[in-house]
């Protein structure tokens, strides 16, 4: 038996015995049905949009050019959602047809539009674990998007370890059998936040590992999670590079949706091409975006986008001005309590930003999705 205590986001106690009859719904297989996943948070329907994810190297003016691809192919974004990781991209886009709105699903037209986006997501230096791929059926966009970084080894740190010193929100993770009772004790401590015990539950069964018994403790800014484990096969952890991986996959999904960077809030009438217009302001003025969620409520389009300087340097106040500006000052919101003005930046002098599009726009008229103006 499972006895969960939770609130709303607010900390407060659920108001509507509506949401608890939900949860116990869709907790009945009985009660599963198309009709109820569409309902779903995360869960989109396939019938209704085609599905492509994508994963590959993060580096910036990524997003743009895969959105400029969609829209030249006559794709519409109706949702979204992209994570970055480790110097990993991955997302799941859900898109139709820019005339007639319904799903695409003309196996010639798929082949070029994966053929495209992955001769993007490659670029030059990403040759051999790029990946696009068109899903049936319905999908749960977060877990979905964690077992494609899983399966792209976003976890891998490559035997660097920078000590507990360097960052105090570093999660603590340690894993150690208990030999009395035959199973794998794993610990974690970390900063507290929405979604945290979906992560970490659905990465450990990702990883064919089944939980036995467990503790959640969340009181204050830190969270606590303890967990007896055993591997599908009945065993406990058996070897220390099995411990590591356990570890460093364990970091990995806490880390994946920790937001780097500042909230860019962007609402204004949905239309064709409008994800592609925006990143691509976003790459001229040298952001890069480290995580993004696209919807589209009826005729309106709401998206977040997390955005940092795409040369590693802190993002200026004046930069994110005239991004706005050019978008609109009411289309697009800064919801970030750290921003703040900093030092204007002379005119005239060398602008990393300008490297990044004048990258990106090479690329993309390689492939013939813009024109010269010479």
């Known amino acids: ?3 969960f205590h939770v609130t709303d986001q607010g900390g407060n ?16 297989p009985r009660a599963r049905s198309f009709r109820s996943l569409r309902r779903s948070v995360g869960v989109q329907a396939a019938v209704e949009h085609t599905t492509i994810e994508l994963t590959g190297r993060d580096r910036p003016g990524l997003l743009s050019e895969v959105f400029a691809v969609l829209t030249d192919l006559r794709c519409n974004v109706v949702a979204a959602e992209v994570w970055t990781h480790n110097s990993r991209m991955a997302s799941v886009v859900y898109i139709t047809d820019d005339i007639t709105g319904s799903p695409i699903d003309d196996p010639d037209r798929l082949a070029k539009i994966k053929r495209l986006l992955l001769f993007v997501l490659k670029g030059d230096r990403d040759r051999r674990s790029a990946n696009t791929a068109v899903s049936v059926g319905s999908t749960h966009t977060e877990r979905r998007l964690h077992q494609m970084m899983y399966a792209d080894r976003d976890y891998d740190v490559y035997g660097v370890d920078c000590g507990p010193t360097c960052d105090r929100s570093k999660p603590v993770v340690t894993v150690e059998n208990c030999l009395a009772k035959d199973y794998t004790l794993v610990n974690l401590r970390c900063q507290d ?10 990465t450990l069964t990702d990883m064919q590992y089944v939980v036995y018994h467990g503790t959640v403790i969340a009181e204050g800014p830190e969270a606590y999670q303890e967990y007896y484990i055993r591997h599908i096969d009945g065993c406990p952890i058996s070897s220390e590079a099995e411990r590591q991986r356990v570890i460093h996959c364990l970091e990995a999904a806490i880390k ?20 592609s217009d925006v990143t691509r302001i976003f790459r001229e003025n040298g952001l890069s975006v480290t995580r993004a969620e696209v919807t589209t409520r009826g005729s309106q389009a709401v998206n977040v986008f997390y955005v940092i300087d ?4 802190r993002v200026k106040s004046e930069t994110i001005e005239a991004v706005r500006k050019e978008i609109g000052l009411t289309i697009l919101r800064v919801k970030d309590d750290a921003y703040s003005k900093s ?3 002379e005119s005239g002098r060398f602008s ?16 013939g999705l813009i024109k010269s103006c010479s």
């Open 352 to 367: 990393l930003g300008n490297i990044f599009r004048s990258s990106s726009e090479k690329f993309l008229y390689n492939l």
């Open 343 to 345: 030092p204007p930046e």
């Open 13 to 28: 106690k659920l108001p509507d015995d509506d949401i608890a009859e939900r949860i116990q719904q869709s907790l009945d």
């Open 256 to 275: 994946r949706r920790t937001s780097e960077g500042i909230r860019l809030e962007l609402c204004s009438e949905d239309r064709v091409g409008l994800l």
């Open 310 to 313: 795409a040369s590693g340097c």
């Open 1 to 3: 038996m499972d006895v």
């Open 193 to 202: 936040r929405p979604k945290l015990l979906f992560d970490t539950v659905c």
